[in-house]
């Protein structure tokens, strides 16, 4: 049997980053489940608890730099190396552009992109001396096109996507690989973290952000695509000889990719309006 490959995973109290520890745990990965408050660890500690998994929790905020520096201290203490980073940490935010204020699409930054730039600052000297490494960004299909009133949240992916393809040109002669996450929707827990801005009766975008959050939640309650298929798809990444750079995960996603590829801006522009402003999905 091949030895432990150490993994660092953030944002793993619950969804993506909870399925992925559990996968990778039950698959040869020595993995640490970090997490900003370790009083919402629960779940994570209830799979240790009921399987003999190669797991252990951590605190990380990816908004500090000391607990991300005693978070990699430790796992380098423990084992000597980290192999595999694994940025899935952020949340999003439903609101028009009017209704947020800059300090909120800044917060939004600096969990969901400066968060992860943090985090690969730290480890990218690892796995540089070490010779070789890969760095798996969740991003989202979001990140590849724009929807309406999730402007701050689209804008933190694409920011995602833009330092993902930078990144993997001055990472490769290491021997460090960057690979991209872009689920759709997700069925998750997601909202339970989620901000939303403009649902108040005096918004005049309230019946818009009503319709927009009564379809999502509709989307995510009907979703095929679950956190462990996101896991897997990302357990088989890693184990690929030769793995994409990017991996598109789920129907809706995959759809919505096709359109955007194959339509001119202003008719894939008018597919997503019929699709959120009339609730024709977008899935088909």
């Not at 833009?162 to 991209?180: P, T, W």
């Not at 009564?214 to 956190?227: E, G, H, I, P």
Request: aromatic share 8%.
């Amino acid at each position: 049997m091949k030895s432990k490959r150490t993994v660092l995973v953030t944002g793993c109290s619950s969804g993506i980053g909870l399925a992925t520890c559990h996968v990778l745990s039950r698959n040869n990965f020595m993995t640490y489940g970090t997490v900003r408050n370790l009083s919402k660890a629960k779940k994570i500690q209830d799979l240790i608890n009921g399987e003999n998994l190669s797991l252990k929790i951590l605190r990380l905020d990816v908004n500090d730099n000391q607990s991300i520096k005693i978070a990699v201290k430790k796992i380098l203490t423990d084992t000597g190396r980290i192999d595999v980073l694994i940025n899935n940490a952020g949340y999003g935010m439903f609101g028009p552009v009017e209704e947020i204020t800059t300090q909120e699409v800044k917060k939004q930054f600096e969990t969901n992109f400066f968060g992860t730039i943090r985090l690969i600052k730290a480890i990218v000297p690892i796995m540089r001396k070490q010779g070789n490494g890969t760095i798996v960004n969740i991003s989202s299909i979001v990140g590849r096109f724009g929807v309406p009133l999730n402007s701050a949240y689209v804008s933190s992916k694409f920011a995602v996507e833009g330092l993902s393809e930078s990144i993997s040109f001055e990472l490769e002669e290491f021997g460090i690989r960057v690979i991209v996450i872009e689920p759709g929707v997700v069925k998750s827990d997601f909202f339970q973290n989620v901000k939303v801005k403009g649902m108040n009766l005096e918004s005049p975008y309230q019946k818009l952000m009503e319709r927009r959050f009564n379809l999502l939640d509709k989307a995510m309650k009907n979703s095929l695509t679950s956190s462990y298929d996101v896991a897997d798809t990302i357990f088989d990444a890693l184990n690929s000889k030769d793995p994409k750079f990017r991996y598109v995960i789920g129907n809706d996603a995959t759809n919505s990719l096709r359109m955007r590829n194959s339509l001119s801006d202003r008719k894939f522009m008018e597919w997503i309006r019929a699709g959120i402003f009339q609730g024709k999905g977008l899935s088909k």
